[in-house]
């Protein structure tokens, strides 16, 4: 806990949290002066905490694009894996077709980059594509409709733009999407994406 700067005390179950599992993750926001912004899982949803961690005090990097592989979970399954995880490996090839990065956030990123059981059975499969050129709403629709055919859970696709990022399924059905940028949320129409 020492080096992390905040306006709030610091709560025991974030101390908890980090005793368990050293690892925290990045928030959408600007880095500044030199203090990343981070956030602290605990064990239950609303056991969410944004901090700032001093640069300096970074001992690994784990991508969501690097958790496409296997071989760089830290999690290990032996007997079933979490649905969320059959449906990760499922779609993977589809994912990887697009040529664009891609990868699992939220729980499942979490509970592979770390070891630590965060999936629950009401768990969804959170995942975040990098799209650096236009991708059509005709190709985005097709992409979404492919991989929710396959899926055995719910999907919370997020695309990563220049911009910021933004629900590809809200993409693929509104003519004006919410885009999460560094400096807060704005609503903007799909033609200004890229």
Same mark, same amino acid.
């Given at each position: ?36 912004p981070? #956030?602290?899982? !605990?064990? %239950?949803?609303?056991?969410? =905490? ?8 970074? /001992?690994?990097? &784990? ?5 496409v ?7 290990v ?19 990887n ?8 956030? #939220?729980?499942? !990123?979490? %509970?592979?980059?770390?070891? =630590?059981p965060?999936?629950?059975?009401s768990?969804?499969? /959170?995942?975040? &594509?990098?799209?650096p ?11 979404l ?5 396959i ?31 560094? =400096?807060?949320?704005r ?8």
């Amino acid at each position: 806990m020492e080096g992390l700067a905040a306006d709030l005390p610091f709560p025991d179950w974030a101390k908890d949290a980090l005793q368990r599992a050293p690892y925290m993750v990045m928030r959408r926001a600007e880095i500044c002066n030199g203090l990343i912004p981070v #956030g602290i899982r !605990g064990s %239950e949803r609303s056991q969410r =905490l944004a901090y700032w961690l001093p640069q300096n005090l970074v /001992d690994e990097v &784990i991508t969501p694009y690097s958790l496409v592989e296997e071989k760089n979970w830290k999690a290990v399954y032996t007997a079933s894996a979490p649905a969320t995880v059959d449906t990760l490996r499922q779609i993977t090839s589809i994912m990887n077709d697009t040529g664009c990065e891609w990868g699992p956030t #939220g729980s499942t !990123g979490f %509970e592979l980059a770390t070891g =630590l059981p965060t999936i629950k059975e009401s768990s969804d499969l /959170d995942l975040i &594509i990098e799209v650096p050129e236009i991708l059509n709403v005709k190709t985005a629709k097709l992409l979404l409709d492919r991989i929710g055919d396959i899926s055995t859970v719910r999907l919370d696709i997020q695309m990563n733009t220049a911009l910021g990022g933004f629900s590809l399924k809200e993409y693929t059905s509104s003519p004006t999407v919410l885009v999460k940028t560094a =400096l807060g949320p704005r609503l903007v129409d799909v033609s200004s994406l890229w």
